[in-house]
């Protein structure tokens, strides 16, 4: 049986069960449509029996000593190694992801379930002085309770992961959604992991399901406390306004439409696989992706013919072949977009120095220039294998340019001074801003989130610990108060 027939359902309070919905997602291989399983939908039942199993185990959960709730991550990473295989194939036929991809996904998740060993130790409390000589101000940290998570379909294995482990570390049980096109990967297979690992029943349950069928009960249910959502800024409004109207924090980690800045002084070949990588990445499907590549204008030319030419040498195709560089985009309606993107830019006045051709979900690359400043695809967040490149005339320009985004999430300056490149990165509106290197980047401690349109708050590291626990100011008077009546 593979993961696909075992996996293909709800997980709640440690049983795999079929959801009562009214409609199956049918999940399909996006290269060749090969159908991998059919998933009834959770209702709005279901939903509600997740988070009630989470309310109960929480408090017994949260209770455990850390040291003892560690083991259970070190052993999600050993089965994480002894399944590398199988989750590395699950990857490929379920995301469309290279085997570049399905390694750079599964490394990234064992490094954030090596965060979540520490994690598990680092809710650490506080004696604070008082003005009154006779009492004691102790701050704790708490776990939130009950987490819900919302996870995307580009790396949905690491990024559901990213979320869950953390907050179960510190305490928390969790609810988590994975997106109806990877179900599998970005639920069942993390359900698995950890119950493998010995997490008990209820601590982690996963729905699979669509607001179609279940509105906004998943965010506005009483129980979860906090909200994390990775996904598009369209969606992440809508979370985060019924959230904060049922007072729930949010953490949400957006959209992007980065920039790449090639100054005068930049080593171009670096420059150029930094840019390739970070635009073209498991097809462009990637929040930090590249879109724009700025260049100075003195360099344009060069940069221009070596930046073609590696991109003509990118082979499209079948993701289970190691040689191939870009697989199929998650779905057939995402590829013609993409494709009408390309054409209505062309129509608008841009060069196709590369023009990508479209067949089923496979996407070709594409690379323009000669944009005009208010053109449309310069300002959103381009999901595919097309990458734009603009030319400036010196620093401030760059700068202009890169900020001229509704987004702000991640970039890259490449320069021969690192000083400069760094002046340059404060300068810019994002999140996260990388010198002489790609704009694709995550590591487990450093925070991590966009400024602008692309989010609010921050995940990794310390800031976990503020997203997934609480403050609780306990006082203890040793002597006695005096009141005033």
């Not at 930046?307 to 072949?321: N, T």
């Amino acid at each position: 049986m593979s993961y696909f027939e075992e996996l293909a359902f709800q997980y709640i309070d440690g049983e795999w069960r079929s959801g009562t919905g009214s409609w199956d997602i049918v999940d399909f291989n996006p290269y060749n449509g090969e159908k991998l399983a059919s998933i009834t939908v959770a209702g709005v039942d279901e939903i509600d029996q997740a988070y009630r199993a989470a309310e109960r185990a929480q408090p017994a959960w949260g209770g455990t000593n850390p040291y003892t709730r560690r083991l259970v991550f070190e052993r999600a990473l050993r089965v994480i190694d002894d399944r590398e295989a199988e989750l590395s194939a699950a990857i490929t036929a379920e995301c469309g992801g290279t085997a570049l991809k399905a390694a750079f996904e599964l490394h990234l998740a064992r490094e954030f379930l090596r965060e979540a060993v520490h994690l598990a130790l680092s809710a650490e409390g506080r004696i604070l002085p008082s003005p009154n000589d006779t009492k004691e101000n102790r701050l704790y940290r708490v776990p939130v309770g009950v987490v819900g998570v919302i996870s995307p379909f580009n790396f949905p294995f690491l990024l559901s992961l990213k979320s869950v482990a953390p907050a179960l570390a510190l305490g928390n049980a969790v609810v988590l959604k994975p997106h109806q096109n990877t179900p599998i990967c970005g639920g069942g297979l993390v359900a698995k992991v950890f119950e493998e690992a010995g997490l008990p029943a209820g601590v982690l349950n996963v729905v699979v399901t669509d607001i179609a069928e279940i509105g906004d009960a998943l965010i506005e249910h009483p129980v979860p406390k906090v909200i994390s959502f990775t996904g598009s800024d369209k969606v992440g409004r809508h979370v985060a306004t019924v959230a904060a109207s049922h007072f729930k924090k949010t953490v949400l980690e957006l959209g992007g439409n980065s920039a790449l800045i090639v100054l005068d002084d930049a080593d171009l070949d670096y420059a150029v696989e930094a840019a390739v990588f970070s635009r073209f990445i498991h097809q462009g499907q990637v929040c930090m992706a590249a879109n724009r590549v700025l260049v100075d204008r003195s360099v344009e030319q060069e940069f221009t013919e070596k930046f073609v030419a590696k991109v003509r040498s990118l082979k499209v195709g079948d993701p289970g072949d190691p040689a191939t560089h870009i697989g199929p985009l998650i779905n057939a309606g995402q590829a013609e977009a993409i494709g009408s993107l390309v054409e209505q830019a062309v129509a608008d006045g841009a060069t196709a120095l590369v023009r990508g051709r479209t067949e089923g979900t496979l996407v070709e690359p594409s690379v323009l220039t000669g944009l005009k400043a208010d053109a449309a695809i310069l300002g959103q967040e381009i999901f595919g294998p097309v990458a734009l490149i603009i030319p400036f005339d010196g620093e401030e320009e760059a700068v202009r340019l890169a900020n001229a985004t509704p987004y702000g999430l991640s970039g890259a300056v490449h320069t021969g001074d690192t000083e400069r490149g760094v002046r340059v990165a404060k300068r810019i509106d994002a999140g996260m801003i990388h010198v002489n290197d790609g704009t694709v980047h995550d590591e487990p401690i450093v925070p991590f989130g966009g400024e602008k349109a692309s989010g609010v708050g921050r995940l990794n590291g310390d800031a976990m610990v503020d997203v997934f626990t609480t403050t609780k100011w306990i006082s203890i008077q040793h002597g006695k108060s005096r009141f005033p009546f």
